[in-house]
């Protein structure tokens, strides 16, 4: 095996401009590294050795080819202060265990189920909104598709409906997001019976969060609703034959709604925002709706027909995509693309950096859904675009979030145009585990009826 260091920024000084740019602008620091040192990029942050890992072929022998050499390590183990041990913190057995029993609800088969539930939650946010238009006040885009996406998972695959503790929840969920994410501060190197500030929050979400799953489980038992509290609660593991305990599906249930409503939250905002900002794209995904929706709202059948829609919701998980980064720490030595990866360093992935590429996607930065018309994503080297990750551990979500992201769309600009309050340039917000809009995203909203009132009628 080659002992040979990936190229990178190298020593003294530069350590430390390395942590100061990460902590100043994690997006732009990652995008120049790609840029100066290439596709597997050697990065000393004080004293972590991590790889930026953006070529195709190696993201490929990470996620795939020697993916179990690659575990979910340090960064995973904060998520576990929140979500517990869940599909997303867990490996090997345990995993795919998990993984098997939740599979079947995700399937392409199985999510057309949620379609009646998107519907329903997207008309009230829409009957909002006409409210919201008549006394000309702007929406915020970031906590509107939060809410809705809240709601629709929760009564989809919980059976639960949200609706009136969404401010509750969404502050739990949002501090729970803040938790995860290392600060570099002593207070998070202290042992957990410290009863200092932060041990007192985590304390507090985790007990939120057990309650929370308590209700929806009690719910269930009355009402029999929730198709993922059923599986869970009839899941056997295959090899031991037990049932899962009470804490195994407080952390899954957990899991997945934090791993499902908040990446697809941000990504129908960037989705959204890019609609307000290029009229041509929303003249087209109008005139898509117009021609399949006709005025009513969607079945599932209907997704298949909205192509456009699909590739703009694609192109902005090529810009945007929520899930930016993600790391593993490596077992045992390995090489990608000829460099050394020594056991116990990490690896970063990023489909952020992949996916702006230029030599991929020709003007990587300008939004252009017709770089995904039919299938030129498949005529890339494969991971070149992975938005939902890769290999065993892709996204279990993944068809259901397109299909909702694609319904939600089109019927918004079945209803309104969106027109931006906030500006065309919008950066990244500082969250390192979801890329959301830097501070709010607010549009004015123009409903089309009333646009075609004043335009006689024309469409
Ligand atoms: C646009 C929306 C979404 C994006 C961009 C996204 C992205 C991702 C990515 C990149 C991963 C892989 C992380 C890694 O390997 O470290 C992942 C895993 C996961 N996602 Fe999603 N996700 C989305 C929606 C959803 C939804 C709707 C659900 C569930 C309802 C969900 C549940 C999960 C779970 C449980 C995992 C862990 C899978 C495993 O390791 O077996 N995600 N997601």
């Not at 007990?207 to 009402?223: K, M, P, W």
């Not at 009229?279 to 209907?302: C, F, K, M, Y």
């Not at 770089?371 to 996204?395: E, H, I, N, W």
């Amino acid at each position: 095996m080659t002992r040979i260091k990936a190229p990178g920024p190298r020593g003294g000084r530069s350590l430390v401009r390395n942590v100061v740019s990460w902590r100043k602008d994690p997006a732009g620091f990652l995008l120049a590294a790609a840029q100066d040192h290439g596709g597997v990029a050697r990065l000393q942050l004080g004293p972590y050795l991590t790889h930026l890992v953006t070529d195709p072929a190696a993201v490929y022998r990470v996620v795939v080819e020697n993916h179990r050499n690659y575990t979910r390590g340090r960064l995973y183990e904060q998520f576990k202060l929140v979500m517990g041990r869940g599909l997303l913190t867990s490996d090997g057995a345990y995993w795919r265990g998990h993984r098997r029993g939740v599979q079947p609800l995700f399937l392409s088969k199985a999510i057309g189920a949620i379609v009646p539930n998107v519907v329903e939650a997207t008309n009230e946010m829409l009957d909002r909104w006409e409210r919201s238009a008549a006394d000309g006040e702007p929406v915020d885009l970031v906590a509107e598709m939060l809410r809705l996406t809240m709601v629709t998972l929760s009564r989809s695959l919980f059976g639960y409906d949200v609706d009136d503790t969404v401010p509750a929840v969404k502050q739990v969920v949002d501090a729970g997001l803040e938790l995860m994410f290392m600060h570099g501060m002593i207070s998070e190197k202290l042992p957990r019976w410290v009863p200092n500030a932060r041990n007192r929050q985590i304390r507090d979400i985790q007990g939120f969060l057990t309650e929370f799953v308590a209700t929806i489980r009690d719910n269930h038992s009355r009402t029999g609703q929730g198709p993922l509290v059923e599986l869970m609660e009839a899941a056997v593991d295959p090899e031991t034959g037990r049932r899962w305990t009470d804490q195994e599906i407080r952390d899954e249930l957990i899991t997945v709604y934090m791993a499902g409503h908040e990446t697809t939250a941000t990504a129908a905002a960037w989705t959204l925002h890019a609609i307000a900002t290029h009229s041509w794209i929303d003249e087209e995904l109008t005139g898509e709706a117009q021609r399949v929706l006709a005025g009513r709202d969607p079945v599932h059948a209907d997704a298949d027909q909205l192509t456009f829609a699909g590739m703009v919701v694609q192109e902005a998980l090529r810009m945007y995509p929520p899930i930016w980064i993600y790391p593993r720490d490596a077992v045992d030595d390995d090489e990608l693309n000829g460099y050394h990866i020594p056991a116990g360093s990490s690896v970063v992935l990023s489909p952020l950096v992949s996916q702006r590429n230029p030599e991929l996607f020709p003007n990587p930065h300008v939004f252009d859904p017709h770089r995904f018309a039919g299938d030129a994503v498949k005529r890339l080297p494969r991971l070149s675009y992975y938005p939902f990750g890769g290999g065993p551990r892709m996204c279990v979500g993944n068809l259901m979030a397109l299909l909702e992201l694609k319904l939600v769309i089109s019927m918004i600009t079945q209803r309104f145009r969106l027109e931006p309050v906030s500006g065309a340039q919008v950066p990244y917000g500082h969250s390192i585990i979801s890329l959301r809009p830097e501070g709010e995203l607010r549009v004015r909203l123009r409903p089309r009826t009333r646009e075609l009132a004043a335009a006689g009628g024309r469409s």
